[in-house]
């Protein structure tokens, strides 16, 4: 909702709601159903990439109602960590080539 929200404003998700929203919905088939409208919204230059982006929100794990694996969570934090810390410094991977 986020996303679409920096793309059509408070008004437009209000407006899209209102048009998709139906009695008996659940949750997944409403932002399903947003996804699908906004993408139908926007000109034909920008579909592909702005359904890539919906459909990514729509399915990464880091946004679903399951709970994390902390420690597995923890571990992929450090990791960015360090590579954000050592950016300027030369991969390892690289030095090998």
């Known amino acids: 909702m986020l996303d679409v929200a920096n793309q059509f404003g408070d008004g437009g998700v209000r407006k899209i709601y209102v048009a998709v929203n139906r009695p008996g919905m659940s949750e997944t088939d409403v ?26 929100f729509l399915e990464t794990p880091m946004l679903s109602n399951q709970p994390l694996h902390t420690r597995h969570l923890r571990v992929r934090q450090r990791l960015l960590c360090a590579r954000l810390c050592n950016a300027s410094e030369p991969h390892r991977d690289r030095e090998k080539a």
Not at 31 to 56: N, W
């Open 31 to 56: 932002l399903e159903a947003i996804a699908d409208e906004t993408v139908a919204r926007i000109g034909d230059a920008f579909k592909a990439g702005v359904r890539a982006r919906r459909d990514h």
